[in-house]
């Protein structure tokens, strides 16, 4: 059997050094001759009607070029917050209203604050349980209520119409269903209830949003962007400016942070103002602004019954999910509902989930969407019944922790998933077995993440210098190019250093599906071994004519093809590969291609484990401990895996260290800088052991399955869950602040709420 | 059968439009922000040592940022007048010595007059003959005569070592002969002797060399360059700077004229230049650079002797070839001597070619490289055989036309070729036939070019909005693109309208040779169709899971693919493709690629007819009439191939109507600006009737053999034949100016020299 040289092996990051001595060039680093500079007003008013913008003092003041308003741009099919400039309304505090392109920054900056906009304040719609009430505002201009075909059929079906909640401002909502939830909760031994609130967060990433657009003498644009997907910012950025896919060129840009934020928000409106100016114009958000428009993940409000019998195994589940989207669509709810229902046995369940907007900023995706607000509710209530029922949280998890071929709410059987052995070796864990001290406590807790898949297309072109060129669509927020370079040179038969990774942008490069889903090495992956098995083939083809041999005799190493067996009769792979990239070559050049459409997922399951130590008196606590074990499937590239659950499992507790965005009550942000935001620091963080497990995909690349968003998930619930056993208090609200944990119900006060 | 639709229909060039309107960004339109220029400091003389070089004035000059003489680079393997810079020597008058980096381009040129440059005059050689001479100086370092294995072997054998010429500044030779040549042309009833003589010549396009290079934080290179072999660049490059092949990128713009004279000229110098300033540096020569150091097309000295029996059928050839490559090992000797005894029926032959240096201009290829200094003398002297024998000139061209199976020069047979096609063609034209009026004369002349050949690749890819996306690492100097989007078109099933190309740079584009040797369409097309091809399958796959149907029941026709027979069973292209292209599809990407290495070329043929008026006392000519009947396999784009056809011809007839690179007895270009170098203006154009024949090419696409080269060699011949038939005058000289032609030999004059 054939040793892996590099799957397995940890490998640096290809771009790390780039990065480290500051020589990547970011979209903000771009230095575009005849660049103009945009800057917004955004709207100071949640709801409001525009009655009129007032842009000659801005047009007039030196070193502007242009003023626009949304009555200025083209008009889209549909209005709403998700035009590039607000048109007739604003529907969230921080939507913007007026752009101005000037000569420089400063110059676009004071002329903005010139415009004069005169609103029609409106009644905003800012607390979700409000929204929802008969007779509230209507925040968004679509029709709001009724069952969302698209939601719906984004599971895969199950969403019923039946007994669908007809209240205001419900975008979509999808319902799961099985057996009689009331009975089987009525029948239960233990039935445990709550309340649960996740706060709006935002990704926090590095770099705010900046786009930079220009316009080709031929009429064509091309747009630079940080960008997760690029293919997926040509298509919106076309279809905004109504013009064919053709005529717009995305250039993904490396990213400074994504996690699910950074798809495609500014690039339309630059794209506009870049054709209006007829120069390059860039827009970069101030950290504020970012925080007002940027999109973060949304807050929801969770209400759960959980029923078991006497022994532990669970009778029935009850939940209603509610996603505060702000001035947006959201989505989430059949993605919540599914992994809700999903991860444990339940002979009975009910798990409603609905998106409700509301005049704050929209939301958009942040690591692991959804599932946060199903696993916060979900592990806090079993913890709860644990303790009731006097059974290891552990014991009782693995007792009903779905396995393969359990049935999901979505109809389809669970494959092979690693949820009982992530449990099994947490229950061996040392942050899990060994002694509390006083004021200390152990929680646990599941998260899980079902993994997205999207087709991918890659080329593998081998150089004559004997250089691997890997031709890639995918955009690289989370060490993939270099995950990917390192499949190319396990299939290939080479060493990762010999493999180049060129980023296309969308006029050449190979389709992929944005970076996002924890899907790209598990789905550009396939594609890659493809392409460069395909260039293998190719190159020992060429090298069996050369050398007189059949292909079956031939070994490719150390960046030479050898007959096998006799010492001398070689030729490097740059010879071969030249030999087919020359005047007069007799051999097609060494191109290798893979087209992969991967329709099965592999999903993803891990237990966090925290210790906590919490001053009664004080509420003061802090993390003592921390384990996140996962089935990673394979671990390609081990450290790299680790680096990922690190980070991930640092960004899910900061949901429970401090992150909130706060609205006031006029839909005012109290938190839009990094002074309010709570973003976690360094001295919060725990030290983190991450153990992987390796229950290999059949179907992702050697056993791969996606890694990025699971550690986002279990944090909150296993924090909270080691709060409560250190001092009796539960959190049915995040974050777990000082003030707030002391106002934490103690057991006695366990809400007995039913869901409606 | 199914009709073509796109193949034979004349289509618009793709880029005409930007061309005509400007919108086109030709390399020195790029505006880099940064960008720094370079100017060069040329040597006034022809041949010398560098004794010093003082650059302390240049480099305190106002806004100088560098100055660097050939000292100062890194040094090369091999001295030599190929360096970026001269080091020690310098070779010809024109070679650049010192470049100066400046903030503007003024700023560079008014430095690099402050260059001291001490040289000690050497003894130039300037006459190709005295180059010959025992005891002549030797222009290049390396050893000159010989035998040059590379030259000999480059026409497939066939150049013997015996007899081989041993003289100074020989920097190869081949020889071709069959039979007892010198018996042959003893016993042959009538022999024509003569000597011939063709000047350089310069490809004269609009854009002159110019070259931009950018380094990047992480220190790889970007080059811009109208050049028409990105990849060929790109290894010169990577060479010279002694670099990784991966840490240059070649991006191809728009060729602004290339004729074979643009490939690899200035890059490698403004490479080291940015990087040495760590900035863009563009440098752009000015035109009287242009034609002291760009590459034109080199001097030739013939002697030609052309025996033939009573009836007319050809008995012996004998001829020698002499190439003034300047300062520089030239390289189209090989290629001269295999047309000029393969194009007739020869008995017996013996061709010798010599590549010969001098202390002038180095040479490159130009528009057929090597087939005018063949065809000039051997067309005249096919003229003039017919003349003595009272022959039909073209009766005795077709007597003696080399047909399919005959054998050539190299040992290989000819393939079906159309030259009798051709002559037969030109025999029934009426150019040919229409009488002539007093003083008026006509000539015919036959040309052929062998063809290139390379490996290429291509890729297409479908868009979700139905368009066809063409990636191609061929660049476009003849309407190429446009035949090649109408080939894919063509395969795929669609309109031209729906093609868009995409020229990739190398860091991603497949692979495809030089635009050179009439051979872009001929080698990158199968590799076209092959990608389109795929494509359509790939599509036609999904289409008949979409539409339940077989797939050879489907039609795919004006966007759509249908079922045949069931109307309204159809769905988008683009639909399709974008079902391969988003989340959760199940479908790989659409994305054809094509890998072809064309192993067999299908030579082209031409027959030109000019009709000249000469006044004998003045020896003023005009050309009164043309035509140009090729051989084009199957013309994909009529007009575009006429429009070719048009532009060689009246680009061979430059040479006849006046071009001249004109040296003076030290070394100094006389001719060193368009009032200078007589290009031809339109009024000296004739009416250029062309002619198309296709037979069908059984390898080049749909039939197509290459079209760009052939008529850019018969027109020197065909106007001094009809020179010759109007006043009795004898060319054997180029250009054929008025007090020239006067010089002419009358019939009585004929040259009786013998080859040596």
Not at 325 to 340: D, K, S, T
């Amino acid at each position: 059997m054939r040793v892996m040289a590099n799957i397995g092996v940890g490998q640096r990051r290809l771009e790390g050094r780039a990065k480290v001595t500051g020589a990547t060039r970011f979209t903000a680093d771009l230095r575009l001759v005849g660049l103009t500079h945009a800057r917004l007003l955004l709207s100071p008013h949640a709801a409001a009607r525009i009655r009129r913008v007032g842009l000659e003092a801005v047009r007039q003041a030196p070193g502007v070029l242009d003023a626009v308003s949304g009555a200025d741009l083209p008009p889209a099919a549909a209005p709403g917050p998700d035009l590039p400039l607000a048109r007739e309304r604003v529907y969230f505090a921080g939507q913007p209203v007026v752009a101005v392109v000037a000569e420089t920054e400063e110059a676009a900056a004071d002329a903005a604050a010139l415009a004069e906009v005169e609103y029609e304040l409106l009644e905003p719609v800012l607390d979700i349980e409000a929204a929802l009430l008969e007779g509230s505002p209507v925040v968004l201009d679509s029709p709001a209520g009724g069952m969302d075909d698209a939601g719906a059929h984004g599971v895969g079906g199950g969403g019923e119409d039946e007994g669908a909640v007809a209240a205001p401002n419900v975008t979509s909502q999808v319902r799961f269903q099985e057996g009689d939830v009331e009975q089987a909760l009525a029948s239960s031994a233990v039935v445990v209830r709550g309340s649960y609130r996740l706060p709006a967060v935002h990704q926090g990433f590095l770099e705010t949003h900046v786009s930079a657009a220009a316009p080709a003498p031929d009429g064509s644009l091309t747009v630079w962007t940080p960008t997760q997907g690029s293919f997926l910012t040509r298509r919106t950025v076309a279809e905004r400016l109504g013009v064919p896919l053709s005529e717009i060129r995305v250039v993904p840009m490396a990213v400074g942070g994504g996690f699910g934020g950074k798809v495609c928000l500014l690039e339309p409106l630059v794209a506009l103002l870049a054709r209006r100016v007829g120069r390059p114009v860039m827009l970069e958000l101030t950290r504020t602004e970012e925080f007002l428009m940027g999109r973060g993940g949304p807050a929801a409000s969770v209400e759960i019954e959980l029923g078991s019998d006497l022994a532990g195994s669970l009778r029935a589940l009850r939940a209603r999910v509610a996603f505060d989207n702000g001035a947006g669509p959201g989505g989430l709810g059949a993605l919540a509902a599914l992994l809700m229902a999903g991860v444990y046995r339940l002979p009975a369940y009910q798990v409603v989930a609905l998106d409700v907007a509301t005049n704050k900023t929209p939301v958009a995706a942040y690591r692991a969407p959804g599932a946060q607000q199903a696993f916060f509710p979900l592990e806090s209530a079993m913890d709860e019944l644990a303790e009731r029922l006097g059974q290891d949280p552990i014991e009782l998890r693995v007792r009903n922790a779905s396995r393969q071929g359990d049935p999901r709410p979505d109809g389809q059987p669970w494959p092979r998933i690693g949820l009982t052995e992530c449990l099994e070796a947490a229950r061996r864990h040392p942050v899990y077995t060994s002694p509390v001290a006083e004021g200390e406590g152990i929680g646990v807790a599941v998260g899980a993440w079902g993994g997205g898949r999207e087709p991918a297309a890659a080329g593998c072109r081998v150089e004559p210098d004997g250089t691997l060129l890997l031709h890639l669509g995918s955009v690289d927020i989370s060490g993939t190019d270099t995950t990917l370079a390192m499949i190319a040179a396990e299939t290939f038969g080479t060493s990762v250093e010999r493999v180049r990774v060129e980023t296309g942008d969308t006029g050449t490069a190979p389709y992929a599906g944005m970076a996002g889903g924890s899907k790209t090495v598990y789905t550009v992956g396939p594609a890659v071994q493809q392409a460069a098995a395909e260039a293998r083939r190719q190159l020992l083809q060429i090298a069996a004519e050369e050398l007189e041999a059949a292909v079956e005799d031939l070994e490719l190493e150390d960046g030479e093809v050898r007959v096998a067996g006799v010492p001398g009769r070689s030729l490097e792979v740059g010879h071969l590969a030249g030999l087919a990239a020359q005047f007069g070559g007799r051999y097609p050049p060494v191109l290798g291609q893979g087209r992969a459409a991967i329709t099965e997922a592999s999903p993803m399951f891990t237990v966090h484990i925290a210790r906590a130590h919490v001053d009664a008196d004080t509420g003061h606590w802090r993390l003592t401990g921390y384990a996140a074990i996962q089935d990673v499937g394979r671990a390609l590239n081990p450290p790299e895996v680790e680096a990922q659950i690190h980070g991930g499992a640092l960004q899910s507790l900061g949901r429970v260290l401090g992150e909130e965005l706060v609205w006031d009550g006029e839909g005012q942000l109290q938190t839009a800088s990094f002074i309010d935001y709570g973003l976690p620091t360094i001295d919060q963080a725990p030290s983190i052991q991450v153990e992987l497990l390796e229950i290999p995909s059949p179907i992702g690349p050697y056993g791969a399955k996606g890694v990025g968003e699971p550690p986002a998930v279990p944090g909150p619930p296993a924090v909270a869950n080691a709060i409560y056993a250190a001092c009796g208090r539960r959190l049915r609200e995040l974050p777990a602040d000082f003030g707030r944990l002391l106002e934490a119900p103690a057991p006695a006060d366990l809400v007995e709420d039913t869901v409606r």
